[in-house]
């Protein structure tokens, strides 16, 4: 972000408006972080931020409650908050627009996973990954399994089993993914319109090394491997 986005304040009338039309989200636990909806009390947890930042040479805007981003899919927000030892704060998070429902899939084709070459805009570079993708209005997830093997592998799936489900940033997000297994009858051509650029082939075996050497970093494909052979559904 440069000088001019570090100094833009976070959009505190659209951030009353999602508290009056979303309630939901910013319902919390007795118990828990609270989020902070009183004028006065987001006034002053604002300014016990900006103090800390100020030692940081963080610029004021740095504190300032409300909307980030939005967009079709996500939302960004920096809420007031109250932590258990009665201190004031704040907290950013993202809100997926189709409430952090998504699948990742584990390709299998004749006994071996299907990984995908992908270019990461986050991190800036290739990573190899498991297809996932967004749960879309109307649909479910198995039909989302479907829509991504055919989108980022190219394939057909003959058959799906059901992994877990797991959360992928709680420090940050709502997201989360339902794992899947999926066996194919067949694997495309790299989706280049979907930022894929080689699909490969590995062992079981070959996977559970490249784990251990740190070869493979996508969470996703650690954790659908590491279900699949809790489940005794890998050798």
Known sequence: MGLEGSRRRADYRRYRELVES???LFERPGDGIAILLDEADIAAASRAVARRNRG??????????????????ILVLRDAVRFPDGSLGTHNRAVYANGSR???VLPMFEGRIVLLRVFRHAVGRFLLEIPRGSVEAG???????LREIAEEAGGEVTGVTHLGRAFCDTSLSNAGL???LAELSGVGEPQLSEGIFDVVQVTPARLAEMVAEGSLEDCHA??????ARLKGLLP
């Open 56 to 73: 940081k040479g963080l610029p004021a805007a740095a504190s300032s409650v409300g909307v980030l981003a939005e967009d079709a899919y």
């Open 139 to 145: 649909d479910g997830l198995e039909e989302t399994v």
């Open 22 to 24: 979303r309630p939901e």
């Open 222 to 227: 650690i954790n659908a491997f590491c279900m």
């Open 102 to 104: 998504g699948v990742g």
């Open 178 to 180: 339902d794992y899947f």
